[in-house]
Protein backbone atom coordinates (compact mmCIF):
# COMPACT_ATOMS: atom_id res chain seq x y z
CA UNK A 1 0.00 0.00 0.00
CA UNK A 2 1.14 3.67 -0.75
CA UNK A 3 2.28 5.78 2.18
CA UNK A 4 0.19 7.96 1.55
CA UNK A 5 -2.68 6.03 0.92
CA UNK A 6 -4.17 7.57 4.06
CA UNK A 7 -4.68 10.89 2.30
CA UNK A 8 -5.94 9.79 -0.70
CA UNK A 9 -8.49 7.97 0.36
CA UNK A 10 -9.50 11.03 3.12
CA UNK A 11 -9.77 13.28 -0.24
CA UNK A 12 -11.82 10.87 -1.97
CA UNK A 13 -13.90 10.37 0.97
CA UNK A 14 -14.23 14.49 1.02
CA UNK A 15 -14.94 14.77 -2.40
CA UNK A 16 -17.40 11.66 -2.41
CA UNK A 17 -15.33 10.23 -5.31
CA UNK A 18 -14.25 6.97 -4.71
CA UNK A 19 -12.65 6.56 -8.17
CA UNK A 20 -11.97 8.56 -11.46
CA UNK A 21 -9.87 11.76 -11.64
CA UNK A 22 -10.24 14.51 -8.63
CA UNK A 23 -8.81 18.01 -10.17
CA UNK A 24 -6.92 20.19 -8.29
CA UNK A 25 -9.83 23.55 -8.87
CA UNK A 26 -12.83 22.67 -11.06
CA UNK A 27 -15.14 25.03 -11.81
CA UNK A 28 -18.70 25.58 -10.46
CA UNK A 29 -21.75 26.69 -13.04
CA UNK A 30 -24.87 26.52 -10.68
CA UNK A 31 -26.62 29.98 -11.03
CA UNK A 32 -27.60 32.30 -13.56
CA UNK A 33 -24.65 31.80 -16.04
CA UNK A 34 -26.77 29.96 -18.58
CA UNK A 35 -29.56 32.96 -18.47
CA UNK A 36 -27.35 35.69 -18.45
CA UNK A 37 -24.74 34.08 -21.37
CA UNK A 38 -27.72 33.36 -23.33
CA UNK A 39 -29.29 37.55 -22.78
CA UNK A 40 -25.67 38.57 -24.02
CA UNK A 41 -26.32 36.25 -27.01
CA UNK A 42 -29.74 37.58 -27.72
CA UNK A 43 -28.30 41.49 -27.46
CA UNK A 44 -25.73 40.29 -29.76
CA UNK A 45 -23.44 42.77 -27.81
CA UNK A 46 -20.87 39.85 -27.38
CA UNK A 47 -17.83 41.89 -27.58
CA UNK A 48 -16.00 44.35 -25.59
CA UNK A 49 -19.03 46.78 -25.12
CA UNK A 50 -22.08 45.71 -23.34
CA UNK A 51 -23.76 45.99 -20.00
CA UNK A 52 -22.43 43.18 -18.16
CA UNK A 53 -18.47 44.58 -18.92
CA UNK A 54 -20.51 47.57 -16.87
CA UNK A 55 -22.23 45.45 -14.24
CA UNK A 56 -19.22 43.25 -13.50
CA UNK A 57 -16.95 46.13 -12.84
CA UNK A 58 -19.46 47.88 -10.58
CA UNK A 59 -20.27 44.46 -8.46
CA UNK A 60 -16.92 43.73 -8.13
CA UNK A 61 -16.07 47.25 -7.16
CA UNK A 62 -18.82 47.06 -4.75
CA UNK A 63 -17.65 43.77 -3.06
CA UNK A 64 -13.50 44.77 -2.66
CA UNK A 65 -14.78 48.48 -1.56
CA UNK A 66 -13.08 50.46 -3.95
CA UNK A 67 -14.08 53.33 -5.68
CA UNK A 68 -13.54 51.94 -9.69
CA UNK A 69 -12.82 48.82 -11.21
CA UNK A 70 -11.78 47.77 -14.63
CA UNK A 71 -12.32 44.51 -16.40
CA UNK A 72 -9.41 42.42 -18.29
CA UNK A 73 -8.54 40.07 -20.80
CA UNK A 74 -6.49 38.45 -18.19
CA UNK A 75 -4.71 38.94 -14.97
CA UNK A 76 -1.88 39.35 -16.52
CA UNK A 77 -2.79 42.18 -18.37
CA UNK A 78 -4.06 43.67 -15.36
CA UNK A 79 -0.95 43.25 -13.77
CA UNK A 80 1.07 44.61 -17.16
CA UNK A 81 -1.28 47.75 -17.05
CA UNK A 82 -1.08 48.57 -13.40
CA UNK A 83 2.68 48.30 -14.11
CA UNK A 84 2.10 51.56 -16.88
CA UNK A 85 -0.36 53.14 -14.74
CA UNK A 86 2.16 53.48 -12.17
CA UNK A 87 4.72 54.69 -14.46
CA UNK A 88 7.26 51.34 -14.72
CA UNK A 89 9.70 52.26 -17.32
CA UNK A 90 12.64 50.50 -19.73
CA UNK A 91 15.17 50.04 -17.44
CA UNK A 92 13.24 49.86 -13.89
CA UNK A 93 13.34 47.56 -11.24
CA UNK A 94 10.23 46.44 -9.70
CA UNK A 95 10.55 44.28 -6.21
CA UNK A 96 8.69 40.70 -5.82
CA UNK A 97 8.60 37.72 -4.77
CA UNK A 98 10.38 34.78 -6.15
CA UNK A 99 7.48 32.29 -5.34
CA UNK A 100 4.93 33.23 -7.69
CA UNK A 101 3.40 32.46 -10.68
CA UNK A 102 5.48 33.23 -13.74
CA UNK A 103 2.79 35.90 -14.74
CA UNK A 104 4.14 38.31 -11.77
CA UNK A 105 7.66 38.63 -13.65
CA UNK A 106 6.43 38.10 -17.14
CA UNK A 107 4.22 41.51 -16.59
CA UNK A 108 7.29 43.44 -15.17
CA UNK A 109 9.38 42.28 -18.35
CA UNK A 110 6.63 43.27 -20.72
CA UNK A 111 7.65 46.82 -19.54
CA UNK A 112 11.39 46.60 -20.07
CA UNK A 113 11.73 46.51 -16.63
CA UNK A 114 13.45 43.93 -14.27
CA UNK A 115 12.22 42.01 -11.59
CA UNK A 116 14.61 42.17 -8.04
CA UNK A 117 13.55 38.96 -5.76
CA UNK A 118 13.21 39.33 -2.27
CA UNK A 119 11.85 36.67 0.10
CA UNK A 120 9.10 35.88 1.50
CA UNK A 121 7.28 34.98 4.72
CA UNK A 122 7.11 31.38 5.67
CA UNK A 123 3.77 32.46 7.75
CA UNK A 124 1.88 33.60 4.66
CA UNK A 125 4.20 32.57 1.69
CA UNK A 126 4.04 36.28 0.71
CA UNK A 127 6.56 38.87 0.56
CA UNK A 128 8.23 39.46 3.95
CA UNK A 129 8.22 43.11 5.11
CA UNK A 130 11.26 42.50 7.43
CA UNK A 131 12.96 40.98 4.39
CA UNK A 132 12.24 44.35 1.65
CA UNK A 133 13.36 46.67 4.78
CA UNK A 134 16.26 44.90 4.91
CA UNK A 135 17.20 44.91 1.21
CA UNK A 136 16.27 48.84 0.90
CA UNK A 137 18.16 49.70 4.10
CA UNK A 138 20.60 48.19 2.55
CA UNK A 139 21.16 48.08 -1.10
CA UNK A 140 19.50 51.76 -2.16
CA UNK A 141 20.01 55.25 -1.98
CA UNK A 142 17.26 57.48 -2.01
CA UNK A 143 17.50 60.76 -4.69
CA UNK A 144 14.95 63.47 -4.95
CA UNK A 145 13.37 61.51 -7.78
CA UNK A 146 13.01 58.41 -5.93
CA UNK A 147 14.80 54.87 -4.64
CA UNK A 148 17.91 53.36 -6.95
CA UNK A 149 19.88 50.21 -6.48
CA UNK A 150 23.62 51.06 -5.21
CA UNK A 151 24.27 47.99 -7.60
CA UNK A 152 22.76 48.26 -10.99
CA UNK A 153 22.17 52.15 -10.68
CA UNK A 154 18.52 51.96 -11.99
CA UNK A 155 15.63 53.38 -10.33
CA UNK A 156 13.39 50.72 -7.87
CA UNK A 157 9.89 52.14 -9.27
CA UNK A 158 7.41 49.83 -7.89
CA UNK A 159 6.70 46.55 -5.71
CA UNK A 160 4.55 43.95 -6.32
CA UNK A 161 3.58 40.97 -3.06
CA UNK A 162 1.44 38.71 -3.87
CA UNK A 163 -1.45 37.35 -1.72
CA UNK A 164 -0.04 33.42 -2.12
CA UNK A 165 -2.95 30.88 -2.74
CA UNK A 166 -5.64 33.62 -1.39
CA UNK A 167 -3.36 34.16 2.04
CA UNK A 168 -3.08 37.53 2.71
CA UNK A 169 0.31 38.56 3.52
CA UNK A 170 1.29 41.39 5.89
CA UNK A 171 0.20 43.93 3.66
CA UNK A 172 0.01 46.91 5.70
CA UNK A 173 3.22 46.91 6.47
CA UNK A 174 4.50 46.91 3.25
CA UNK A 175 2.47 49.31 2.37
CA UNK A 176 4.14 51.70 4.95
CA UNK A 177 7.61 50.68 3.63
CA UNK A 178 6.96 51.27 -0.09
CA UNK A 179 5.54 54.63 0.91
CA UNK A 180 8.85 55.45 2.59
CA UNK A 181 10.73 54.48 0.14
CA UNK A 182 8.74 56.53 -2.68
CA UNK A 183 7.95 53.08 -4.15
CA UNK A 184 4.71 52.69 -5.83
CA UNK A 185 2.39 49.32 -4.47
CA UNK A 186 0.77 47.07 -6.83
CA UNK A 187 -1.17 44.11 -4.54
CA UNK A 188 -0.69 40.88 -7.04
CA UNK A 189 -4.15 39.84 -5.56
CA UNK A 190 -5.22 37.59 -8.11
CA UNK A 191 -5.59 34.34 -6.10
CA UNK A 192 -7.58 36.34 -3.09
CA UNK A 193 -10.85 37.68 -4.13
CA UNK A 194 -12.57 37.21 -0.92
CA UNK A 195 -9.63 37.42 1.20
CA UNK A 196 -9.53 39.95 3.71
CA UNK A 197 -6.14 41.52 5.82
CA UNK A 198 -7.72 43.12 9.50
CA UNK A 199 -10.80 43.66 7.82
CA UNK A 200 -9.75 45.18 4.40
CA UNK A 201 -10.16 42.80 1.15
CA UNK A 202 -7.00 42.29 -0.78
CA UNK A 203 -5.95 44.41 -3.39
CA UNK A 204 -6.96 47.60 -1.65
CA UNK A 205 -3.87 48.78 -0.05
CA UNK A 206 -1.95 49.48 -2.92
CA UNK A 207 -2.13 52.54 -5.29
CA UNK A 208 -3.70 49.38 -7.40
CA UNK A 209 -4.91 45.96 -7.03
CA UNK A 210 -5.61 43.11 -9.56
CA UNK A 211 -7.55 40.28 -9.87
CA UNK A 212 -8.02 36.76 -11.97
CA UNK A 213 -11.00 35.27 -12.94
CA UNK A 214 -9.26 32.41 -14.63
CA UNK A 215 -11.08 29.11 -15.20
CA UNK A 216 -9.60 27.76 -11.76
CA UNK A 217 -9.64 30.78 -9.92
CA UNK A 218 -12.83 30.98 -7.01
CA UNK A 219 -15.04 32.68 -9.71
CA UNK A 220 -14.23 32.37 -13.25
CA UNK A 221 -15.07 34.52 -16.50
CA UNK A 222 -13.07 31.73 -18.74
CA UNK A 223 -10.42 34.33 -19.12
CA UNK A 224 -10.19 37.64 -17.57
CA UNK A 225 -8.70 40.36 -14.94
CA UNK A 226 -9.40 43.41 -13.15
CA UNK A 227 -7.82 46.63 -12.24
CA UNK A 228 -8.62 48.06 -8.49
CA UNK A 229 -8.43 51.50 -7.61
CA UNK A 230 -9.66 54.08 -5.13
CA UNK A 231 -7.99 56.71 -7.68
CA UNK A 232 -10.61 57.51 -9.92
CA UNK A 233 -8.84 59.63 -12.52
CA UNK A 234 -6.26 57.05 -12.70
CA UNK A 235 -9.13 54.82 -12.99
CA UNK A 236 -9.75 56.07 -15.98
CA UNK A 237 -7.13 56.07 -17.39
CA UNK A 238 -6.74 53.22 -17.00
CA UNK A 239 -9.88 52.15 -19.00
CA UNK A 240 -9.10 54.50 -22.19
CA UNK A 241 -5.40 52.67 -22.68
CA UNK A 242 -7.21 49.20 -22.24
CA UNK A 243 -9.11 49.86 -25.02
CA UNK A 244 -7.21 51.17 -27.78
CA UNK A 245 -6.59 54.81 -26.02
CA UNK A 246 -9.42 55.51 -28.52
CA UNK A 247 -11.17 58.81 -28.35
CA UNK A 248 -14.66 59.06 -27.78
CA UNK A 249 -16.65 59.95 -31.16
CA UNK A 250 -19.96 58.57 -32.54
CA UNK A 251 -18.13 58.13 -35.91
CA UNK A 252 -14.38 58.30 -35.99
CA UNK A 253 -11.17 56.33 -35.04
CA UNK A 254 -8.86 58.71 -33.56
CA UNK A 255 -6.66 57.24 -30.43
CA UNK A 256 -4.60 59.98 -28.38
CA UNK A 257 -1.49 57.52 -27.29
CA UNK A 258 -0.63 53.82 -27.58
CA UNK A 259 -3.31 51.90 -26.41
CA UNK A 260 -3.84 48.25 -25.66
CA UNK A 261 -6.03 45.64 -26.86
CA UNK A 262 -7.06 43.97 -23.27
CA UNK A 263 -10.76 44.55 -23.39
CA UNK A 264 -12.91 41.94 -21.34
CA UNK A 265 -15.58 40.90 -23.82
CA UNK A 266 -19.25 41.17 -22.51
CA UNK A 267 -19.93 37.32 -22.42
CA UNK A 268 -16.90 36.80 -20.35
CA UNK A 269 -18.72 39.34 -17.94
CA UNK A 270 -22.05 37.78 -18.35
CA UNK A 271 -19.96 34.84 -16.90
CA UNK A 272 -18.44 36.82 -14.18
CA UNK A 273 -21.66 38.38 -13.05
CA UNK A 274 -23.39 35.01 -12.91
CA UNK A 275 -19.96 33.99 -10.88
CA UNK A 276 -19.91 36.46 -8.57
CA UNK A 277 -23.55 36.21 -6.97
CA UNK A 278 -22.57 33.18 -5.49
CA UNK A 279 -18.94 33.99 -4.50
CA UNK A 280 -20.01 33.90 -0.61
CA UNK A 281 -21.49 30.64 -1.16
CA UNK A 282 -18.05 29.31 -3.07
CA UNK A 283 -15.57 30.69 0.11
CA UNK A 284 -18.10 29.64 3.04
CA UNK A 285 -17.49 26.30 1.19
CA UNK A 286 -13.96 26.10 0.62
CA UNK A 287 -13.89 27.66 4.13
CA UNK A 288 -15.09 24.39 5.41
CA UNK A 289 -13.20 22.01 3.11
CA UNK A 290 -10.45 23.47 4.62
CA UNK A 291 -11.70 22.84 8.60
CA UNK A 292 -12.17 19.39 7.68
CA UNK A 293 -8.50 19.01 6.12
CA UNK A 294 -7.10 20.70 9.06
CA UNK A 295 -8.68 19.01 11.76
CA UNK A 296 -7.70 15.42 9.71
CA UNK A 297 -4.18 16.60 9.42
CA UNK A 298 -3.61 17.42 13.08
CA UNK A 299 -2.18 14.18 14.28
CA UNK A 300 -0.43 13.27 10.95
CA UNK A 301 2.98 14.64 10.71
CA UNK A 302 1.79 16.47 7.99
CA UNK A 303 1.24 20.60 8.16
CA UNK A 304 -1.38 21.53 6.83
CA UNK A 305 -1.32 25.60 6.27
CA UNK A 306 -3.88 27.58 7.57
CA UNK A 307 -4.40 31.36 7.33
CA UNK A 308 -2.25 33.75 8.85
CA UNK A 309 -2.94 35.69 11.84
CA UNK A 310 -5.20 38.91 11.18
CA UNK A 311 -6.63 37.41 8.26
CA UNK A 312 -9.54 35.94 6.79
CA UNK A 313 -8.53 33.67 3.57
CA UNK A 314 -10.13 32.81 0.53
CA UNK A 315 -8.33 29.41 0.70
CA UNK A 316 -8.13 29.20 -3.05
CA UNK A 317 -5.94 26.28 -3.15
CA UNK A 318 -5.06 24.32 0.12
CA UNK A 319 -1.32 23.65 0.70
CA UNK A 320 0.06 20.99 2.42
CA UNK A 321 3.75 20.87 4.05
CA UNK A 322 5.98 17.99 4.21
CA UNK A 323 9.23 17.36 5.93
CA UNK A 324 11.57 16.79 3.01
CA UNK A 325 11.40 17.40 -1.05
CA UNK A 326 11.76 13.52 -0.97
CA UNK A 327 8.66 13.18 1.18
CA UNK A 328 6.81 16.16 -0.98
CA UNK A 329 7.69 13.71 -4.21
CA UNK A 330 6.51 10.71 -2.67
CA UNK A 331 3.33 11.92 -1.68
CA UNK A 332 3.05 14.16 -5.41
CA UNK A 333 3.95 10.17 -6.99
CA UNK A 334 1.14 8.49 -5.17
CA UNK A 335 -1.22 10.87 -5.56
CA UNK A 336 -1.36 11.41 -9.52
CA UNK A 337 -0.87 7.93 -9.78
CA UNK A 338 -4.39 7.23 -8.88
CA UNK A 339 -5.62 10.12 -10.06
CA UNK A 340 -6.02 12.61 -7.31
CA UNK A 341 -4.09 15.60 -8.88
CA UNK A 342 -1.81 17.40 -6.71
CA UNK A 343 0.92 19.84 -7.29
CA UNK A 344 3.76 21.10 -6.41
CA UNK A 345 4.50 25.03 -5.69
CA UNK A 346 5.84 27.22 -8.94
CA UNK A 347 9.43 26.70 -9.62
CA UNK A 348 10.88 29.48 -7.78
CA UNK A 349 11.07 32.69 -10.59
CA UNK A 350 15.07 33.38 -9.66
CA UNK A 351 15.84 29.46 -10.96
CA UNK A 352 14.26 30.19 -14.46
CA UNK A 353 16.91 30.64 -17.04
CA UNK A 354 15.13 34.48 -18.24
CA UNK A 355 15.33 35.46 -14.47
CA UNK A 356 17.91 33.83 -13.18
CA UNK A 357 20.92 36.64 -13.58
CA UNK A 358 18.22 38.89 -11.43
CA UNK A 359 19.37 40.08 -8.31
CA UNK A 360 18.13 38.61 -4.98
CA UNK A 361 18.11 39.00 -1.19
CA UNK A 362 18.59 35.84 0.80
CA UNK A 363 15.55 33.58 -0.34
CA UNK A 364 15.72 30.98 2.32
CA UNK A 365 12.19 31.00 3.12
CA UNK A 366 11.10 31.03 -0.30
CA UNK A 367 13.64 27.81 -0.89
CA UNK A 368 12.52 25.82 2.29
CA UNK A 369 8.94 26.50 1.28
CA UNK A 370 10.14 25.60 -2.41
CA UNK A 371 10.87 22.39 -1.13
CA UNK A 372 7.79 21.32 0.59
CA UNK A 373 4.32 22.87 -0.65
CA UNK A 374 2.13 21.07 -2.00
CA UNK A 375 -1.55 21.48 -3.38
CA UNK A 376 -4.29 19.25 -2.82
CA UNK A 377 -7.71 19.20 -4.31
CA UNK A 378 -9.72 22.56 -3.81
CA UNK A 379 -12.84 22.36 -5.43
CA UNK A 380 -15.67 23.73 -4.23
CA UNK A 381 -17.75 20.85 -2.14
CA UNK A 382 -21.35 22.17 -1.84
CA UNK A 383 -22.95 19.68 0.56
CA UNK A 384 -19.51 19.91 3.00
CA UNK A 385 -20.70 20.59 6.42
Not at 152 to 159: D, E, L, N, V, Y
Not at 296 to 315: A, G, L, R
Request: hydrophobic share 40%; glycine share 6%; charged share 25%.
Amino acid sequence: MAKYQFVIDKIRDLFHKHEGPIYLHEPLFIGNEKKYLEECIDSTYVSSVGKFVDLFEKKIAEYASVKKAVVCVSGTNALHMALILVGVKQYDEVITQPLTFIATANAISYCGATPVFVDVDRETMGLSPKSLEAFLSTETVMKADGCYNKTTGSRIKACVPMHTFGHPCRIDEIAVICNNYKIELIEDAAESLGSYYKGKHTGTFGKIGILSFNGNKTITTGGGGMLLFNDEKLATKAKHLTTQAKVPHPWEFVHDEIGYNYRMPNINAALGVAQLENLNLYIEKKRLLAIAYNDFFQDKKICFFHEPEHCVSNYWLNVLLFDSIEERDLFLAESNSQGVMTRPVWELMNRLPMFEKCQCGDLSNSEWLADRIVNIPSSVILDIK
